[in-house]
């Protein structure tokens, strides 16, 4: 695509398109957006990272990650119109003004290359990554139960076929090395949201234990709010709390790992629908849930930058 | 590529724990190859489950045979498949 703006968000992409749009992106926000390359998948793909900053050095930071579950097109999808979105209203929306002005933004805009590509060309319903190890029977592993939060516990499996697959070992997946070691070194994100889909549900740590995360009041309050903006513009519900209480125990996630870590703002976004297309959202419904997600993640974001720990 | 063709979407409501067992353990029969989209979770919560047009007669009997309760939430997957691929390369044309 040579101009981001004849670029249609309201259809799903391929991966080659995204990385060919990232660059004409960047070229069209210098001096707000540069692209950043955090590792390579097993695959040998690059994992990019956007990078939105007006300044400093190592400002807090926000960090957003979509597609981990290669299936789940909306997630990458909404990633395109959400960093174009905060592009077009710095300078003019007074809040992401301000948020920019004050922190950084990173956003991994598919977190899981060969897994997507895979969904694009062999099978449409692949959902882990695309690692083969040997002795295993089957390929893939969920990157999603391979972060170091009660690893290889209960809600993840040690069956190589299952789609809960843990993998032989923690952060054995390149692509959630490449996050680990990222937000590690950067030392400095207050706020990790995780998108997946579907089934419209906004979760905060945690999901390996019924243990209440310490900050559990103020997420909580948080969740409220954010889907409560979300839902304003269309009426989508959302249900919100812990992973474990909210839907089920699962070890190994990334938003457990992200808290334990001393990532306050954890969350894991499950956009649109509630079950009527499933995985297969129409592209028609693209545009509508990256706007509403859109406020729902203004909120998370918008409170991060009020209340700094 | 691997198609889907005559694969369906099935949502499931347990009504109690016993039935969101008994769910989860359609998950444990290897042959029926089953993919849950929507895990089973607590009762009353839809679960939705992905079975292949092979093994879809025998998945809706032993739901039927447990008592349990199901809708089709997606006839054939694979027309859901092939509209989203028009949609791309009639965009991409355009």
Known sequence: ERNTRIFSYAIYHTVEEIFAWMDTFVASNAGLVSKMQIGTSYENRPLYVLKFSTGGNNRPANWINFGIHSREWIGPATGLWFANKLASEYGKDPSVTSLLDKMDIYLELVTNPDGYYFTHNENRMWRKTRAKYSGNLCIGVDPNRNFDANFAGPGASSNSCSETYHGPSVNSEKEVKAIVDFVKGHGNFKVFIDMHSYSQLLLFPYGYTSTKAKDHDELNALSKVSTTALRSLYGTPYVYGPILTTIYQSSGSSIDWAYDSGIKYAFCFELRDTGRYGFLLPAKQIIPTAEETYLGLMKILEHARDNPY | ?94
């Open chain 2, 1 to 94: 590529q691997k198609t889907f063709h005559g694969d369906q979407v099935l949502r499931v409501t347990a009504k109690n724990e016993a039935e969101v067992a008994i769910v989860r353990s359609l998950g444990e029969k290897k042959h029926l190859h089953v993919d849950f989209w929507s895990e089973p979770r607590r009762a009353l919560l839809p679960i939705d489950v992905h079975v292949s047009g092979e093994h879809i007669q025998a998945a809706k009997a032993f739901l039927e045979l447990n008592g349990l309760s199901y809708s089709v939430l997606i006839e054939d997957l694979q027309v859901l498949l092939e509209e989203e691929k028009r949609e791309m390369i009639a965009s991409r044309t355009e």
